[in-house]
């Protein structure tokens, strides 16, 4: 064993296994606090363990070289050909790099999701400013009853209400789907929307005005309509969908969340007829 009378500080160098690491050497066993390897300092043919890192020890032993020692003999048998002071910068250098990566993430600050909270529902045009709205993005001609006007606020962190206005209409949990220039969701609980209509014919649609877009096609006469609302709700269409005789599936791939949609009806119901909105 060669012995180095220049000792750097502990913490300025890497343990063995951290260099080893560095360098792209993995072992392949760990037993307690013996780490094996392969060939390090010659050509690896196959997971036969050829050197042994005793990690408490912070010693190596390699059977190929019937040689062995500390973090500096380890190096000058690496790096021949590097002097002691250079050694030591490469050395400083992985340790710095290694300490980096394994710095513990600072701990960012919770984003508080708002909790809006569901005030009341009226007919369209109760709010004269909202119903504005609704006339300029076209979609108060295109809203029937079950389209309402719902309010409903949120208190902030300081205790102060602010209220809100925006189209929406009822899942079959109680929710209500809204969606508004500035936020779509729900308030309340997730949930499908059903309008009952035929037991053998079922059309699904993403979203409400999709459905109120198509409402007069031919295909849609006397047939049960359910609106996914929310893209998670997709196997448990899939799933009521089963029930019927006929299934009529409006789809949009090219939508956030749907993405291959019409693969998985055709796949899972092959007897569903895809029609692109």
């Not at 962190?157 to 899942?171: E, I, L, P, S, V």
């Not at 699904?204 to 893209?231: C, G, M, Q, T």
């Not at 448990?236 to 949009?252: E, G, P, T």
């Not at 956030?256 to 029609?275: C, I, M, N």
Request: hydrophobic share 35%; charged share 25%; with cysteine.
């Amino acid at each position: 064993m060669t012995s180095y009378n220049k000792i750097i500080p502990s913490n300025e160098t890497p343990d063995l296994v951290t260099l080893l690491k560095a360098l792209g050497h993995e072992p392949i066993s760990i037993n307690s606090i013996e780490f094996g390897y392969a060939s390090v300092f010659g050509k690896r043919s196959n997971n036969k363990i050829v050197l042994t890192v005793n990690q408490q020890f912070n010693s190596w032993f390699d059977s190929s070289l019937r040689k062995g020692g500390k973090l500096m003999d380890f190096a000058h048998t690496y790096w021949p050909n590097l002097s002691t002071a250079q050694i030591e910068g490469k050395l400083r250098e992985i340790q710095a790099r290694s300490a980096k990566e394994n710095r513990p993430l600072r701990k960012r600050k919770a984003i508080r999701i708002p909790d809006y909270r569901f005030a009341s529902a009226h007919p369209l045009g109760y709010n004269n400013e909202f119903a504005n709205f609704l006339l300029e993005s076209d979609l108060l001609e295109l809203a029937d009853l079950n389209i309402q006007e719902v309010h409903y606020y949120v208190i902030d962190q300081k205790g102060k209400r602010k209220d809100f206005c925006a189209a929406g209409w009822q899942n079959e949990n109680g929710g209500w789907e809204v969606r508004a220039q500035k936020y779509s969701g729900c308030i309340g609980t997730k949930g499908m929307t059903f309008i009952p209509g035929s037991h053998s014919v079922l059309a699904i649609f993403p979203e409400y005005v999709d459905f109120l877009k198509r409402r007069n096609d031919e295909h849609l006469y006397y047939a049960s309509i359910l609106i996914l609302n929310h893209p998670e709700f997709l196997s448990a269409a899939l799933k009521r969908a089963s029930h019927f005789k006929k299934v009529l599936s409006y789809i949009d791939d090219m939508r956030l969340g749907y993405q291959s949609t019409s693969e998985v009806f055709k796949d899972k119901l092959p007897h569903a007829e895809v029609k692109p909105l």
